[in-house]
Every structure is written in C-alpha cells, then in structure tokens.
C-alpha cells in the first residue's frame, strides 16, 4: 500500500513558478512509475496527464507543457516533484499524483494504483 501526498499548490500569477511535491509512503516508492494529472474547473473537464516518470527516470510531457514543466524524483525521499515555469491561467487546476507498478502508458491513468488528494493551482492573468 502506498500513500500519496500532494503539496506546493497555491495562487500565483501568469508567468510565476511553482513547485509541486509528492510524498509517498512505503519503501518500494522507487519502483513505481509516477505521475501528475490535472483536472481543470468543470465536472466535464476529463484528468490528464501532464507528466510521467518511470522508475528508470524516464519521462513524459504532454505537449502543452513541454519546455516549461520538469518532472523529478528523488527516491531516497520518497519524493517526486513536478517545477512548474511560465505558468498560464490554462494551467488552472487541481493536480494529483499517482503511481502504478505496472505503468505501460503514462497516459492510461487505470494503470495507476495509487493517487494522492489533489493540491489546487490557480493562475491569474
């Protein structure tokens, strides 16, 4: 079993970073690929994925994101983070980690185990 926790959300303005942070507990963190997802204001607006890391510290990013978000890990910690730069008021949402042992598609969030409870950033123009 594995638990997650979001943090670093909050309200900043377009243009600014922020750093999200994702805590596991357990010790097999390490061999789970991670993920962030985002789910945007409205019941219809569907989560995706915006960043993936595997446990080999591969990644992804959806194209919306590329060049400004970087996604890490630090398994010693039990940590993954999402660095978020440039952010836009379209980068408003609530943002959920998750992670799967059996990852083969960042994308494929049933292939996800475990999710956290979702840290809201809100972007103002």
């Known amino acids: 079993q594995v638990q997650l926790v979001e943090s670093g959300g909050g309200l900043v303005q377009a243009g600014d970073s922020l750093r999200l942070s994702c805590a596991a507990s357990?010790?097999?963190?390490?061999?789970?690929?991670v993920g962030w997802f985002r789910q945007g204001p409205g019941k219809e607006r569907e989560r995706e994925l915006v960043?993936?890391?595997?446990?080999?510290?591969?990644?992804y990013y959806a194209d919306s994101v590329k060049g400004r978000f970087t996604i890490s890990r630090d398994n010693d910690e039990n940590t993954a983070y999402l660095q978020m730069n440039s952010l836009t008021p379209e980068d408003t949402a609530v943002y959920f980690c998750?992670?799967?042992?059996?990852?083969?598609?960042?994308?494929?969030?049933?292939?996800?185990?475990?999710w956290g409870q979702g840290t809201q950033v809100t972007v103002s123009s």
């Open positions: 960043a993936g890391i595997s446990s080999g510290a591969g990644t």
């Open positions: 357990g010790h097999t963190f390490r061999q789970y690929t």
């Open positions: 998750a992670a799967g042992s059996a990852v083969t598609y960042f994308t494929r969030r049933d292939q996800y185990d475990y």
